[in-house]
Nanobody, 120 residues
């Protein structure tokens, strides 16, 4: 069974930094795009950043220049380095990944979410 396990959330003061990690485990054929989303209380889940298997990245305008997404394909892990954090970055952060459990299928998987709280 494929799982995405996140770590690295927590409480930080405005201007601080955090690094999130998300590792895929289980049996699968390959991993394609990976990404991070976030959901603040009472709001919809929004894209933060994505990265392809080749390393191409995209960011939400609100995090450009502050957040960096990266991945280690050998470890099946995606990271989100968050700098200059603002209170409005407070949310539950979810990783996701398009994973092929077999050569003939492709599905999207989500992590369980990790809370990031930025105090002013």
């Amino acid at each position: 069974q494929v799982q995405l396990v996140e770590s690295g959330g927590g409480l930080v003061q405005a201007g601080g930094s955090l690094r999130l990690s998300c590792a895929a485990s289980g049996s699968f054929f390959s991993i394609d795009d990976m990404g991070w989303y976030r959901q603040a209380p009472g709001k919809q889940r929004d894209l933060v950043a994505t990265i392809t298997s080749g390393g191409s990245t995209k960011y939400a305008d609100s995090v450009k220049g502050r957040f960096t997404i990266s991945r280690d394909n050998a470890k099946n892990t995606v990271y989100l380095e968050m700098n200059s954090l603002k209170p409005e970055d407070t949310a539950v952060y979810y990783c996701n990944a398009w994973i092929s459990p077999s050569r003939w299928s492709r599905e999207v998987y989500w992590g369980q979410g990790t809370q990031v709280t930025v105090s002013s």
